[in-house]
């Protein structure tokens, strides 16, 4: 068995701990055997027979000792650090093994031995914190191991460390920066010697220069960050170097694709690339993953870091940069050519994917001021990734591209209305007017029909949103004529998908359907998902105001699936929202009421509830009232909170109905229920009863009412004793009249 992966990942560890936990299972021993310090391949038999402890002075090779004395032995031997002698010690490893039946051999190396038999495992680096591990408990946190390791590191330094509410933000970014790897966080929690934590954060930028204090018991190569990392360099190939550096340039990761066109040429031929690859990935400087069909390679930031400084010594970071730049820009082009067929899933996902590296090749572009209007084009390109998930970074983009190129261009005019759906969907409606009206004076000036048809589209939006539905459908109606006269599919089932909800909002729900039909027949002929989901959403809307209930649950659920899928934040909340509608048309109070603290945390997360459909916000605030009448304050109020606690994948479960477990719940706390006399000291304290009167009527002492009071609150969720109070009174009141559920 060999344990892969990068330097300081700790296979060592790993390894020596795995020594410690099969000791008794071998009965011949259990032997270590350093390699890192052997300089000659002929020297490698000879140290593992000096480790073994073996004591013969024939005139036999040492490999030969070795077999001989290993033949009959029930031992494991563990050959660490083989990466510099990675041929030498799969020979050695076949015939020890060959010989000795009994034998197993642990290796740790920075790529496989590559013989037969040999079993892979790759040490990853340590799990790091979830993004939203301000929600985690400090507890929880503490577990984390990478923010565990650090917390045991530092203290052999500084006793009293411990994280902290203060501190806790600063740890986990420190060990993201570290990208979860155990010696530089090692490394870095010793530096707390002399620094805070903030000021190591700061300082992580320089990482080579400031993670230098290893311990003296070690190698020297293997006492700093640098030079474990140059002994990695050192054993690559020349090209395997040079493509490391040139690997450096991308953000996030990479396909083979994008290296073959980016890092290719100058010494590198293109069909060299995936051998390269491989190599690099055999000596663990590439990390493989899967996502889905695809592969993708990815450095560590540390790695990353090293090889980036590599490539500013040859001079040729510029010209890479620039080619990076290039090849994401021709991508982000492709997809906007493909957003409307049956590639356009895939496409969603790979930009996704590509999200660090479309960030670097933005960046190179607005950084030169020769290059801006190829960044403003690039941008606009980008909108349907923006409108997935990242609308407040895209606005940044197109504000700053459109801030550095003020001429009157097609470019200029096309970014415009790009930067309006978004500032729409952010609620800035004056922004979002301005932007339409300067891109509609250059789409005439310069005969743009494309962009004329855009601008009253989004116009029509900016109408709804002000409540004029009749202004809206106009704006809307000229648009549809304008995207069909141009054969834009894109623009024309957009705009489909609004004048429908317009006229379902104005009451002509028949004619919305219609509409609605015509724009899923479109998606159907050229094989496209997101617009017809979005159409699915809108004819829902419109069928529920029918009365067709089932109809309306089946289309929200079918849009919800794709969205889910998808990864479309936007779209999934305007699904629960109409989900959340249609459980209190049908008097499924609880389960509206859990949808709509779903909603809550979605809409936070979002930055804008209903975000461009704020037409429809009438309809949530006549939902939230009805139940929330229905339910009674503490009913609803739990629900509610049911709602918000659930993670983003079991609030979708919950409301595709995957999981019905919740909706079996009554609305008050089934887990803890109270007992008899904690339920008669609740209904004291909805008398009003002080503590000391509670221990009066029930002749206990008033430190033992206290205990039950705080075992109440604790029970229920709650932090006064008005709450408390409310709920005794909503309980009896449900007793007389509980809502269907």
Not at 211 to 224: D, F, K, N
Not at 249 to 260: H, N, P, R, S, T
Not at 693 to 721: C, D, F, M, N, P
Request: hydrophobic share 45%; net charge negative.
């Amino acid at each position: 068995m060999t344990l892969t992966g990068v330097g300081g990942v700790g296979k060592t560890r790993l390894a020596l701990r795995v020594a410690l936990d099969v000791a008794r299972d071998f009965r011949g021993g259990v032997w270590f055997v350093e390699l890192a310090a052997v300089e000659s391949s002929d020297m490698l038999a000879q140290v593992v027979v000096e480790a073994l402890g073996i004591r013969d002075h024939g005139r036999g090779s040492p490999l030969e000792v070795l077999t001989e004395y290993l033949r009959d032995k029930q031992a494991l031997v563990i050959l660490d650090n083989c990466e510099h002698l990675v041929h030498e010690c799969a020979v050695l490893a076949e015939a020890l093994l060959r010989a000795a039946p009994e034998l197993r051999i642990l290796a740790t190396s920075r790529e496989a031995l590559g013989f037969a038999g040999e079993q892979t495992l790759t040490v990853p680096t340590l799990p790091l914190p979830d993004r939203d591990s301000a929600r985690v408990p400090i507890e929880s946190l503490a577990k984390c191991d990478a923010v565990c390791l650090f917390t045991e590191r530092a203290r052999a330094v500084l006793p009293s460390f411990a994280v902290t509410e203060d501190n806790r933000d600063v740890v986990v970014r420190i060990c993201r920066r570290l990208d979860g790897l155990p010696l530089g966080i090692e490394l870095a929690a010793v530096r707390l010697r002399a620094l805070s934590v903030q000021q190591l954060h700061e300082r992580l930028d320089d990482r080579f220069r400031l993670l230098t204090a290893g311990s003296r018991a070690v190698l020297p190569r293997h006492q700093t960050l640098r030079a474990l990392i140059d002994w990695s360099h050192a054993l690559c190939s020349e090209k395997e170097q040079l493509l490391w550096a040139r690997v450096s340039v991308f953000a996030g990761g990479l396909d083979l694709e994008a290296a073959e066109a980016v890092c290719s040429g100058d010494g590198i031929a293109r069909e060299e690339i995936i051998d390269l690859v491989s190599a690099l990935v055999d000596k663990s400087i590439l990390i493989r993953e899967e996502h889905g069909p695809q592969v993708r390679y990815r450095l560590l930031e540390i790695i990353r870091q090293y090889g980036m400084e590599r490539l500013l010594a040859t001079g040729r970071s510029a010209e890479l940069q620039r080619r990076h730049r290039d090849y994401y820009r021709a991508l982000a082009a492709q997809a906007r050519e493909d957003l409307f067929g049956p590639s356009q899933m895939a496409w969603f996902a790979r930009l996704r994917l590509e999200h660090g590296n479309l960030h670097t090749a933005l960046e190179h572009s607005f950084a030169d001021p020769s290059d801006v209007t190829g960044g403003l084009d690039m941008a606009a390109d980008l909108l349907y990734h923006w409108i997935g998930g990242y609308v407040g970074e895209g606005r940044r983009w197109l504000d700053r591209g459109l801030a550095a190129d003020t001429g009157p261009s097609e470019a200029r005019a096309r970014a415009l209305w790009s930067a309006s759906w978004l500032a729409i969907i952010q609620g800035d409606i004056a922004s979002a007017t301005t932007m339409l009206e300067e891109s509609r004076s250059i789409g005439e000036r310069l005969g743009l029909e494309p962009v004329i048809a855009y601008v009253t589209l989004y116009s029509g939006m900016i109408a709804m949103c002000e409540g004029d539905a009749e202004s809206a459908i106009t704006l809307y109606k000229e648009a549809l004529t304008r995207h069909r006269a141009i054969g834009d599919p894109v623009g024309t089932a957009l705009t489909l998908i609004r004048l429908s909800m317009a006229y379902s909002f104005s009451g002509d729900s028949p004619l919305a359907i219609s509409l609605g039909d015509d724009c899923l027949a479109l998606s159907d002929a050229h094989g496209e998902g997101w617009h017809k989901a979005y159409m699915m959403m809108a004819v829902g809307v419109a069928v529920w105001r029918q009365g067709d209930l089932a109809r309306a649950t089946e289309l929200e659920t079918r849009s919800l699936t794709f969205n889910r899928e998808l990864d479309d934040p936007l779209g999934v909340g305007i699904n629960l929202e109409v989900l959340a509608w249609i459980a209190t048309t049908e008097k499924q109070y609880r389960r509206a009421g859990r949808l709509l603290g779903i909603l809550e945390t979605l809409w936070q997360a979002i930055g804008a509830p209903l975000s461009g459909f704020g037409h429809l916000s009438h309809y949530h605030d006549e939902c939230v009232r009805h139940t929330r009448q229905a339910l009674g304050d503490a009913a609803f109020d739990t629900a509610f909170k049911q709602g918000t606690e659930l993670s983003y994948d079991e609030a979708l479960s919950y409301a595709l109905r995957d999981d019905k477990q919740l909706d079996e719940q009554p609305a008050e706390p089934k887990a803890a229920p109270l007992t008899p006399r904690e339920t008669e000291i609740a209904h004291l304290v909805a008398q009003g009863m002080t503590n000391k009167e509670i221990a009066a009527t029930l002749v206990i002492s008033q430190r033992t009412a206290e205990g039950h009071i705080e075992h109440i609150l604790s029970k229920l969720g709650y932090h006064s004793r008005a709450q408390v109070a409310v709920w005794i009174g909503e309980q009896a009141r449900m007793a007389d009249d509980e809502p269907p559920a």
